[in-house]
């Protein structure tokens, strides 16, 4: 770090000079603007970038040689959630892994194939992160997540094999919203200028980017009831009525976690991490009665109860996330997107 002196010219102005490689590499001329702006510590950020525009960057992916299928959607993946804008999948890729490209362009929330020829295919962001803050993304996953338990349980009351199928496919839905939480939270951890055009501070942000983590695992919680509840549906019994409960408080202790987290609850959070025990008994229940029933039925209830409990304590750590981020000395403001005064978009 170089120490520059500040000096007064003017009689009232403050100024440093700026370093001469910096200015140089940036090709920054005399009069030319350049931005400043203030960081949440106190420290200034200047930035040669003083339009609304986020940096782009561009990754290439290599599908020639041994690349299998598996390993170039990762690829992709990984690049989409490290922030790049521009990714292009270079070596003539086979068929295979065009199709495989085309999918992951498909499940990704604003990525599109813009060009695309024998040797190359080229896949551009047209999403601007701002449009999609934090906050409508984390209510987003919480409305898609709740109605699949909901639908998880209904689906063994009614037996409705159908509707446990439409839960397993939803949850591609919630991925990919957890994809965009984690890129957005990439590209502030990366870029404080764009952390402050998102009106987001990199620590708020990686508050979001864990909660998103712990709505996606609940979500595939809930995709792990469905296809559990395939496996016993034609002989249900007496199971229904202990599922149905202990699936009620792991949703309203879910709901009241998402709400504190938004609202900025603390007391709300802390009260709903020690009603996280109140589960405890329920699950049992359930584990009681799969032991009265033939081997892989047992297996498929267990695994019923232990997904209910885990979205419970799933839900604990959203209300963790909750009193870290709104706890502490009591000064942490919402930003933009965080609206302590608005209602849950729960569903009806």
């Given at each position: ?75 992709l993946i990984s ?30 929330i604003g990525e ?237």
């Open positions: 770090m170089e120490i520059r002196k500040v000096q007064l010219t003017g009689g009232s102005s403050y100024v440093i000079t700026l370093p001469k490689e910096w200015v140089r590499a940036h090709n920054i001329r005399k009069n030319e603007p350049v931005g400043v702006e203030i960081s949440p510590d106190g420290s200034l950020i200047i930035t040669p970038r003083v339009s609304d525009e986020y940096v782009r960057r561009a990754k290439v992916i290599d599908a020639g040689g041994a690349m299998d299928e598996s390993f170039l959607l990762r690829m690049a989409y959630i490290m922030g790049y804008t521009e990714i292009r999948v270079v070596g003539s890729p086979p068929s295979n892994l065009r199709k495989v490209v085309r999918k992951f362009a498909k499940m990704a599109e194939i813009v060009e695309e020829t024998p040797s190359y295919i080229l896949i551009k962001d047209l999403l601007n992160p701002r449009e999609m803050p934090f906050g409508s993304s984390i209510r987003r996953m919480y409305v898609l997540v709740r109605g699949m338990l909901e639908d998880a349980i209904a689906s063994l009351r009614e037996g409705d094999a159908d509707l446990a199928r439409d839960v397993v496919a939803r949850d591609d839905e919630v991925d990919r919203l957890h994809w965009l939480v984690a890129r957005q939270h990439s590209m502030v951890a990366s870029n404080l200028t764009f952390a402050e055009k998102m009106g987001v501070p990199a620590l708020q942000a990686g508050h979001y980017f864990l909660v998103s983590r712990y709505v996606e695992r609940i979500g595939d919680h809930a995709v792990r009831i469905a296809e559990n509840v395939l496996e016993v549906m034609d002989s249900v019994g007496n199971i229904v009525p202990p599922v149905e409960r202990a699936g009620a408080v792991a949703i309203e202790i879910f709901d009241r976690s998402i709400e504190a987290f938004l609202r900025g609850d603390v007391e709300g959070a802390n009260r709903n991490i020690e009603s996280v025990g109140e589960l405890v008994p329920l699950c049992e229940e359930i584990h009681s009665l799969a032991l009265t029933r033939p081997g892989e039925m047992a297996i498929s209830l267990a695994y019923i109860a232990e997904s209910i409990r885990r979205v419970g304590e799933y839900s604990s750590d959203i209300s963790e996330c909750a009193l870290n981020m709104w706890g502490g000395d009591g000064k942490w403001r919402p930003g933009r997107d965080l609206n302590p005064g608005r209602g849950l978009d729960r569903p009806a």
